[in-house]
């Protein structure tokens, strides 16, 4: 059974940073593309970063380019979102996502609880 378990976010002044953690397991860990996500009260959920299985691809969307960086650590079973420069619009409970695929091509997605991370201004 595929477990996400998100941690570390909090409340922070404007400017400051926080570093999110997203750890998976019950399945291999390099088999899965992981992503963050965001959703802040009366709003669509929002996509924050991406990466690849393989650490060589990441993607990120453009409210959060070049403040949060994402990576992983393979050994620690374990993805990460680094925010730096955070601003009250970031508020949001953050979402971890790790992606698997079948091997007929389909996805599974397995979502995390959430972390709610709280800027002030």
């Known amino acids: 059974q595929v477990q996400v378990v998100e941690s570390g976010g909090g409340l922070v002044q404007a400017g400051g940073s926080l570093r999110l953690s997203c750890a998976a397991s019950g399945r291999t860990f390099t088999s899965f593309d992981m992503s963050w996500s965001r959703q802040a009260p009366g709003k669509e959920r929002e996509f924050v970063a991406a990466?690849?299985?393989?650490?060589?691809?990441?993607y990120y969307g453009d409210s959060v380019k070049g403040r949060f960086t994402i990576s992983r650590d393979d050994a620690k079973a374990t993805a990460y979102l680094q925010m730096n420069n955070l601003q009250p619009e970031d508020t949001a409970v953050y979402y971890c996502?790790?992606?698997?695929?079948?091997?007929?091509?389909?996805?599974?997605?397995?979502w995390g609880q959430g972390t709610q991370v709280t800027v002030s201004s």
């Open positions: 990466i690849s299985w393989s650490g060589r691809t990441t």
């Open positions: 996502l790790a992606i698997a695929k079948t091997t007929e091509g389909a996805q599974i997605d397995y």
